[in-house]
């Protein structure tokens, strides 16, 4: 009985093993013409444009449209003219007139004033997540149509509420939500007055080097070749397949079954190091990992808590021993790779002074608070660490792991006492960070904005007045000066402790070249990709 | 005297009550320790429960000392299971996880079994309207994505082991409830039974005395094979936030935190895992040859 | 005539009683989440103006009630509403993921039950010997292992090292796009589109995490298999048959294994509805765009009415597999009244 019954079961086993086996043969590399990435693509919600506002939609959007302008990766103090050729302010810089290049839509039609006109118009009428970063030049629904203007063909003026320095709003038109869709193309789609936004949300309209084929939620995005696009190399199309797992993601480069791997984290990445079938390609992104010291924690509220908080830290240790490749140090409020960020590391580990520190607030015996991190890595380790380093001073941390939108949610709510989490830059200008850092000028329950500030009830009116001036300089250089200053006058008088700023790593195998990235996720490009 | 005892437990004419019962229980034990998984699996259980409650004596370190400078290291004689990711020494934290893990094991099941068994034999044995609403209730429950439920149920309260174990309790009940119910529907019409309500045994007498035991062969075999799943929905949890919290050294918490080292430092994520491995595993053989013992059908 | 009628009414009213508890717990479910569902729906940065605008759109600024009454008449007019991450009706997304799923937990199921019943049977019959010993250890070491170990220990021998496996992803990326979705299961629509290779890439892909699924599952039907056995083989029939002088190989199939099969109906019907919703660790190691990565995605978000609607989904299934269980039961078992 019993070696009959092996006997069938081995017997149904083989040729099914056998079959299999011969499908092995079946998997070669990726075609050379299909660029295969493998990506968390988890958050993604939107791909129109004027919505879309994470990380990952957002490098999408960027290769399938244009903008005016773009930020110069290598030089953050320039912009690149994209769809505009050249750009001119007025007298009192509240007029700017922009000609506009040779530009053509994956339809095959010229990029024209009315769709530029058009597009920045439709952004502003929607109003989505990313709006403020252009209506904040005093454009609203009623009245964009009047000040963003297709004079010609090929002329767009755009006037301003009031006078404003033109790098700020050249830095400000090269994030998406600046742009280009055609009209007609989005028109013809729009259902119940949405301006095409449902279908833009699944299709493309642009002008970039790549056009969406296929949007799968949880599996794939498909990109396609725009004929007409920028796009000079052999590539006709470029898959990007969610996996999650950034172990997964190493095994199938490794494999050849994907052409770059996105999302490796720290230990995979000593592992691809080793790898001569691997190159890295590393990139500071503006992402910084901080610690909120929530001000209506009476503890947390002092000036030389925060001092103290800031010096009991080991943030090379940190850096060295857990997140190696993942990050560097870095301590000012603005991230390196955009104009004029301070490069400083004032504070390193010091617990005497830290102590001193503590005993001079009063709290020499110091006292209980809750931690809240994200859970996914590195996050926990790091805030173990952190609960070690703060114990040494006699603040006793009680470590609370969450889902990262939990934390957030958290957060916004202003239910954190000291809060771990990172900080994503939403458009290339110092102002985007130092605007959420410092500009808290209501900090009532209900007030109308809130910033990242306000989410830990921090207002200073000085900090935030430096700010402003700082923001409507027209001088680039002086504008640049008093930035400076603002960071570190951030440093040393502000209860937020910035530690770190993420390094993007993408491992590409042999023969993938010219991918890039970005100091922000829209950087990230494909236009310069090729496959040997 | 141990012989004495065998030879009064053994006795073939029982003077009294207890003597019988005395008798009963000797046989099992012997019957028991005649099958060699049993007793593996129960010698594995006594030695991580003897580490659990010895763990500061056997302990080589603290079990939440950091050396960042040496994170991850192989095992030596310093530290005999190596470092975790923030070099702390993993014997040690293994010795003390034990505690947490086994703890919320055991009060898993203690909130879980009982409260099963009572539902579906209350359901089984009055059927009509109590059956039900009970066992709707239970379907609900049942038919209940596991994770949802627990996911949900932690993040309403506060992350923790306490909250770990209640939400592990809540999803893991019905399954018991349903097997006690099938089990109860075999034996409520037969014979015996009828024999009882015909002595006027109250209903609850005849479903606590008589068909709860009956109950309990399919209820053992179900509690030792959930013994692991329970690990594992733990460390689901702790891989999500929501178990155990940093930085305590719960098994589970240890293996989602160190699996990302599995291609290097492949010892880090093992050996938690193998701790699991052991521990369910014998959780398992004792169960099992529980079972061939206590079967009161078999006997 | 007259009483079947009205036991089926019973049923549908069971039935239709256990789907709207699970609404309303899930729904109860999403409001105590602590996750702002309308951040992700905005984006984390997204300003207080368009967050509370929004919040206005989705009607969460209404009191509970209200909103559940709206989703509940939503709900009746067979409208699952729009999920928020994937922009699609919830209706749709279920229509692609869940094939996904269910291809696996059905194979992994058929699986486990061919190896499991035999093996639970086989060591029934041989209690207490060696074999009986080593079924069961292989059996337990399956169920003693976290899912996600054995996934990735798997990956890296049989895709990694050895090459023998294709890696995670349903497909091989050259037959991406390539193969029209008739039934969503990928095995099916390969074959329905006539391509062999893409039959046997599906296939290929399916097997580890199958056979990881299986094995896990495997354990319990064995187990129980095992116990039933055990005491059917005592029973009278049994016994008689034997004495009959009727082979061992026939008393143990023909007269012993009837009498559990009805048994096992129920831990096979367990066994699937966890395999459903237990598929959310191997689908995110194999990057299987499943009704289980969708769940989790979802509710980590706090976008419910994926989650609802999944919930719902896996209740129905769970509720039909348990009916049948059921009816089966009280059909074929003689014991039931």
């Keep these: ?532 | 005297m141990t012989s004495a005892f065998r030879n009064w437990a053994l006795s073939e004419t029982p003077s009294s009550r207890r003597q019988a019962a005395w008798g009963n229980r000797y046989r099992a034990w012997l019957n028991f320790k005649g099958n060699p998984l049993g007793m593996i699996g129960l010698t594995i259980i006594a030695i991580f429960v003897l580490m659990a409650i010895l763990a500061p004596l056997l302990a080589t370190h603290n079990p939440a000392t950091q050396e960042l400078g040496n994170r991850l290291a192989a095992p030596s004689a310093a530290h005999w299971l190596g470092t975790d990711e923030l070099g702390r020494d993993v014997y040690t934290r293994i010795l003390y996880g034990a505690r947490v893990t086994l703890g919320m094991v055991i009060a898993v099941v203690v909130l879980v079994a009982p409260l099963g068994l009572a539902i579906g034999c209350i359901a089984g044995y009055f059927g009509g309207i109590v059956d039900t609403i009970l066992m709707r209730i239970t379907d609900i429950f049942l038919a209940f994505p596991r994770l949802v439920l627990a996911l949900a149920f932690v993040a309403a309260l506060k992350p923790g082991v306490e909250s770990a174990v209640l939400a592990i309790a809540l999803t893991a009940w019905p399954p018991y409830a349903r097997m006690a119910r099938a089990e109860t529907l075999t034996v409520r019409g037969s014979d015996f039974i009828a024999a009882y309500r015909l002595t006027g045994a109250s209903s609850w007498r005849i479903i606590f005395r008589h068909i709860a035991p009956l109950c309990t062969p399919s209820l053992i075999v179900r509690v030792t094979l959930d013994m692991s799943s329970i690990i594992i929905t733990a460390a689901s949890l702790g891989f999500l936030g929501m178990g155990a919290q940093p930085p305590s050294p719960e098994w589970g918490a240890m293996i989602a935190t160190a699996k990302r080292f599995i291609f290097e430092q492949w010892w880090v994520p093992m050996i938690p895992a193998v701790a699991i491995l052991l521990v369910s595993l014998a959780f398992n053989f004792l169960g099992d040859a529980l079972r061939d013992v206590l079967d009161p059908k078999g006997n | 005539m007259k009483n079947r009628l009205k036991s089926f009414s019973a049923m549908l009213s069971s039935v239709i009683l256990t789907l709207f508890g699970l609404t309303v717990l899930t729904f109860l479910i999403g409001r105590v989440m602590p996750v702002d569902p309308v951040i992700a729906a905005v984006g984390d940065n997204a300003p207080e103006d368009v967050i509370l605008r929004v919040r206005a759109e989705m009607g969460l600024d209404q009191p509970i009630p209200v909103q559940f009454l709206h989703y509940l008449s939503q709900l009746l007019h067979g409208d699952f509403g729009m999920s928020v991450l994937t922009k699609n009706p919830v209706a749709t997304d279920i229509a692609r993921f869940f094939p996904a799923t269910f291809e696996l937990a059905t194979a992994a199921l058929l699986l486990a039950t061919l190896v499991g019943i035999p093996l639970g049977v086989w060591a029934a019959v041989r209690q207490g010997s060696f074999t009986d010993q080593a079924i069961r250890v292989l059996c337990l070491a399956g169920h003693s292992v976290p899912v996600f170990m054995l996934s990735m220990i798997s990956l890296l021998i049989f895709y990694s090292a050895l090459g023998i496996a294709p890696g995670p992803g349903r497909q091989d990326i050259i037959y991406d796009g390539m193969i029209p979705t008739v039934t969503g299961l990928m095995s099916v629509d390969t074959l329905l589109a006539g391509d062999l290779d893409a039959f046997r890439d599906a296939l290929a892909h399916m097997a580890q995490p199958v056979i990881i699924l299986a094995y896990f599952s495997m354990a319990y039907i064995a187990r129980m298999t095992r116990a039933f056995m055990i005491d059917a083989l005592k029973g009278e029939y049994v016994i008689t048959a034997r004495a009959k002088g009727l082979s061992g190989l026939k008393v143990v199939w023909s007269h012993a294994f009837p009498t559990v099969a009805v048994q096992l109906i129920t831990v096979l019907a367990l066994t699937y509805a966890g395999l459903l919703e237990g598929a959310v660790v191997t689908e995110t190691v194999f990057s299987w765009p499943g009704i289980g990565q969708y769940l989790t995605t979802s509710l980590m978000n706090a976008d419910m009415n994926p989650v609802i609607g999944s919930t719902l989904l896996v209740g129905l299934i769970y509720v039909g597999l348990n009916l049948l269980a059921d009816i089966l039961y009280r059909l074929l078992d003689p014991r039931v009244q």
Aim: net charge neutral.
């Design chain 1, 1 to 532: 009985m019993v070696s009959r019954r092996n006997f069938l079961i081995g017997g149904a086993a083989l040729p099914f093993l056998s079959y299999l086996e011969l499908a092995d043969t079946a998997f070669a590399a990726t075609p050379k013409d299909i660029l295969v990435v493998a990506q968390q693509l988890d958050n993604m919600t939107s791909l129109d444009p004027h919505e879309g506002f994470e990380a990952v939609g957002g490098e999408m959007i960027s290769n399938m449209y244009q903008k005016l302008v773009r930020a110069n990766n290598d030089n953050p103090d320039q912009v690149v003219p994209v769809v505009a050729a050249s750009w001119e302010a007025d007298a009192e810089s509240k007029v700017f007139t922009f000609k506009l290049a040779d530009q053509t839509f994956s339809s095959g039609a010229a990029v024209t004033a009315e769709d530029v006109a058009f597009s920045l118009q439709r952004a502003i009428k929607m109003n989505k997540s990313p709006a403020f970063i252009i209506n904040q030049f005093g454009f609203t629904a009623d009245n964009v149509e009047a000040r963003i203007v297709a004079k010609d063909a090929k002329t767009v003026t755009l006037t301003t509420e009031k006078p404003t320095s033109i790098s700020f709003l050249l830095f400000c038109l090269s994030a998406n939500i600046g742009a280009i869709v055609e009209k007609k193309v989005v028109m013809a789609n729009a259902v119940n007055n949405d301006l095409g936004n449902a279908w833009l949300q699944k299709n493309s309209a642009g002008s970039g080097a790549f056009m969406l084929q296929a949007w799968k939620a949880s599996e794939s995005i498909s990109l396609q070749l725009n004929p007409h696009g920028p796009y000079k190399g052999n590539l006709k199309r470029v898959i990007v397949r969610h996996v999650v797992d950034p172990s997964s993601q190493l095994l199938m480069l490794q494999k050849g079954d994907v052409d770059i791997a996105r999302d490796l984290t720290s230990e995979q990445l000593r592992a691809a190091q080793n790898d001569k079938d691997i190159t890295l390609i590393q990139k500071q992104i503006a992402s910084l990992v901080l610690i909120s010291l929530n001000q209506s924690n009476p503890n947390l509220a002092k000036p030389q808590v925060w001092k103290a908080v800031k010096w009991a830290l080991d943030y090379e240790g940190m850096q060295k021993n857990i997140i190696p490749l993942s990050h560097v140090v870095h301590q000012s409020m603005e991230p390196s790779g955009f104009p004029g960020t301070v490069k400083d590391l004032p504070y390193k580990r010091d617990v005497e002074k830290a102590k001193a520190l503590m005993a001079e607030a009063g709290l020499k015996d110091g006292f209980e608070i809750t931690l809240d991190h994200y859970a996914a890595q590195p996050y926990p380790d790091l805030a173990q660490a952190i609960q070690a380093n703060l114990g040494e001073i006699g603040i006793r941390v009680k470590l609370q792991s969450a889902e990262n939108r939990q934390v957030l949610t958290k957060m916004r709510g202003r239910q954190h006492e000291m809060a771990l989490s990172a900080w994503g830059t939403d458009y290339f200008d110092p102002n985007s960070n130092a605007e959420v850092f410092c500009i808290n000028k209501d900090n009532s329950e209900n007030a109308k904005n809130k910033p990242f500030a306000w989410r830990s009830s921090f207002k200073d009116d000085a900090l935030a007045a430096k700010a402003e001036a700082a923001r409507d300089e027209k001088d680039p250089a002086k504008r640049i000066a008093l930035y400076e200053a603002l960071q570190r006058d951030f440093m040393e008088n502000s209860p937020f402790a910035v530690m770190f700023q993420t390094t993007k790593t993408a491992a590409c195998r042999v023969g993938v070249e010219g991918f890039r990235l970005g100091v922000l996720s829209e950087g990230n490009t494909y236009l310069e990709t090729k496959k040997a």
